[in-house]
């Protein structure tokens, strides 16, 4: 099975994201087909800015050290770490060469704007011809700014559709129905269970930097109770942006 099979509605593919070796083994050993990587927490472990396009070297460093972990891996390039396709192509090559299965390729950049559609296109077709699966991310709702419909109609030549933020199960069966490529959503606690996503027409479910943030809660948790203190909530990705150094 190759990683675009595990692409299924009617049972999708729970895609759980690591940031360091040990993250990526402990999720390898619980028999999980496929790992992503999640940029957050690349960066947050190498004190970087998350989606600042400064963490190149660590994200292929990553991918280098989990690539024979026997599962499929899927690297988080945020937006490729440039704007030059030729850049971006070179990039998805040098992975491909590691074994890795898919990227994902965001449009969503650190001013708060969008990629220029034509441009995003140009980097999503410069990502296609070295063998792993193109997942082309819309931050439309995270961002708050641009027309989801029109991106993801814009995008498919990718592989796979993915829109964060996206949670209404109504919103999602309507993108679902308007793209023939994989949906991909985030994981929320609170939000719609897989089989309801499935239903929906999603194939594919991340927990983006989730876990790397519930290992916060679990290790302050474990400190403060020494303390006779409560635990904390899982704390946001705001907050955890918050604490990193700032794009410069």
């Avoid at 947050?44 to 280098?64: H, S």
């Avoid at 024979?68 to 992975?95: C, I, N, W």
């Avoid at 030549?157 to 999602?172: M, Q, R, W, Y």
């Avoid at 679902?176 to 606690?189: D, E, I």
Wanted: net charge negative; aromatic share 6%; proline share 7%.
């Amino acid at each position: 099975m190759n990683f675009h099979d595990l692409h299924r509605t009617d049972d999708p593919l729970l895609l759980p994201n690591a940031w360091d070796y040990g993250s990526a083994a402990v999720l390898a050993a619980q028999g999980f087909p496929a790992i992503g990587t999640t940029s957050l927490g690349v960066a947050a472990v190498y004190g970087r800015p998350d989606a600042a396009g400064v963490t190149k070297a660590e994200t292929i460093e990553l991918a280098e050290a989990i690539k024979d972990l026997g599962v499929m891996v899927t690297v988080d390039v945020e937006g490729g770490f440039s704007d030059d396709p030729a850049e971006v192509s070179d990039l998805v090559a040098s992975l491909a060469a590691l074994g890795v299965a898919g990227v994902n390729l965001e449009d969503g950049r650190p001013d708060g704007s969008l990629r220029p559609i034509e441009l995003h296109q140009r980097i999503i077709e410069a990502a296609k011809g070295h063998g792993v699966f193109v997942n082309a991310r819309t931050d439309t709702y995270w961002l708050k700014t641009g027309d989801t419909r029109e991106r993801v109609s814009a995008y498919g030549h990718a592989d796979g559709i993915f829109v964060p933020g996206l949670s209404d199960l109504g919103e999602i069966a309507e993108v679902a129905a308007r793209t023939p490529l994989p949906l991909n959503v985030l994981y929320q606690p609170d939000g719609p269970t897989l089989a309801q996503l499935g239903a929906a027409g999603v194939a594919r479910v991340s927990t983006g930097s989730l876990l790397y943030r519930a290992s916060f809660q679990g290790a302050l948790a474990t400190v403060l109770a020494a303390q006779g203190k409560p635990a904390p909530q899982v704390p946001t990705y705001g907050e955890i942006a918050a604490i990193l150094p700032q794009p410069r």
